[in-house]
């Protein structure tokens, strides 16, 4: 089939994928009742253009926490990139992010590790889930900084692991032999078992301040809806947010990542960079997400689908896609570059605000 989307990705993935690694990317937590809704969040708001405004071809670089960027557009940090594209996967990630210029977050469930992702020279920040043994996240703070990773993101919103009732209809709880979580061999973790990685519900403000102590990286937090917690991020002295809910992974109804971002934006003032995920489908999200105060989106399963549907180079066709419909969008709203947008050309579809 002809691809002229990113949803045209999504079926062709869906048609080479075994149905099972499949239902495991596109999944969400119990009636995924929040996947559906960070799509649909998108398509409730509208965009206002503004004219005459001579502002020319519209420049989509960027610069985030010092780390510059082709587009305000990353690679969000998804898991087990070898279920879709079993040769090389991260690998075949990292190359196509580094060849369009954006940022990719790795993560720390990867299937291949933090220093093979980064021997393909693009920018790289690190995904982290801080384990409750301290040295052993050490560790994999100082191999982060080692490879040469420019940021550490610290995902917040799991004390426990979401419940995904496609992977217990599906009996798929572990990885299939010979792919396994690269990061985690060694240390006295025998194999690299996903079961190994521990959610624990007693990760609290003091293990952000501990990260502090420990590395010099920016620190980012990924996973924050509430303002009251984007505040106190800022005051503990956090240099980012992703507002996010996982994807709709882990707790099920919470809501549309989109539909929170205004309030953290408000929150935080401008003290620090704002990044939304889940849901962008197309570059008028993308440029919704700007208005609304945004410094950039964060992509993740359209990354998975282009890479089960063409390796590398798909993943390069999601990106240079993703590019062009930014780039119209900003042209037709008359931005000469996210910078000119303004929160009123967004409203919701059917009302005057």
Avoid at 119 to 145: H, K
């Amino acid at each position: 089939m002809r691809v002229v989307n990113l949803r045209d990705f999504e079926d062709v993935a869906r048609e080479k994928l075994d149905p099972v690694f499949y239902d495991y990317f596109a999944s969400g937590a119990q009636d995924e009742v929040t996947v559906a809704a960070n799509e649909a969040a998108y398509r409730r708001l509208a965009l206002v253009p503004r004219i005459l405004r001579g502002a020319g071809l519209p420049s989509l670089a960027t610069k985030l926490l010092g780390c510059a960027a082709s587009m305000p557009v990353m690679l969000a940090p998804t898991a087990f990139h070898r279920l879709a594209w079993p040769s090389e996967g991260e690998a075949a990630t990292a190359r196509a992010a580094r060849d369009a210029g954006v940022i990719m977050i790795a993560a720390m469930l990867s299937t291949i590790t933090i220093e093979e992702i980064a021997a393909a020279g693009g920018t790289l920040w690190f995904q982290l889930y801080v384990q409750p043994d301290r040295g052993f996240t050490e560790s994999l703070v100082r191999r982060a900084e080692a490879a040469g990773c420019r940021a550490l993101v610290v995902t917040v919103d799991s004390p426990a692991l979401g419940r995904n009732e496609r992977g217990d209809r599906n009996d798929f709880h572990d990885l299939p032999p010979g792919i396994f979580c690269a990061n985690l061999r060694g240390d006295g973790w025998s194999n690299g078992h996903v079961r190994q990685v521990v959610l624990s519900p007693e990760i609290s403000w003091s293990h952000v301040e501990w990260l502090r102590e420990v590395t010099r990286l920016p620190i980012l937090l990924k996973g924050v809806l509430h303002p009251e917690d984007a505040r106190l991020a800022v005051e503990n002295g956090v240099d980012g947010l992703i507002v996010s809910n996982h994807g709709g992974r882990q707790l099920d109804t919470t809501p549309a990542s989109i539909d929170r971002l205004p309030v953290i934006a408000e929150a935080v003032a401008g003290r620090v960079p704002l990044i939304v995920d889940g849901g962008v489908r197309r570059g008028t999200d993308v440029v919704k997400a700007l208005a609304l105060g945004a410094t950039a989106v964060a992509i993740g399963r359209p990354v998975l689908w282009g890479l089960a549907a063409d390796g590398g180079e798909g993943v390069a066709g999601v990106l240079a896609l993703l590019r062009r419909e930014v780039e119209n969008a900003l042209t037709l709203c008359g931005a000469a570059s996210a910078g000119d947008l303004g929160r009123d050309q967004v409203v919701r579809q059917g009302t005057a605000e």
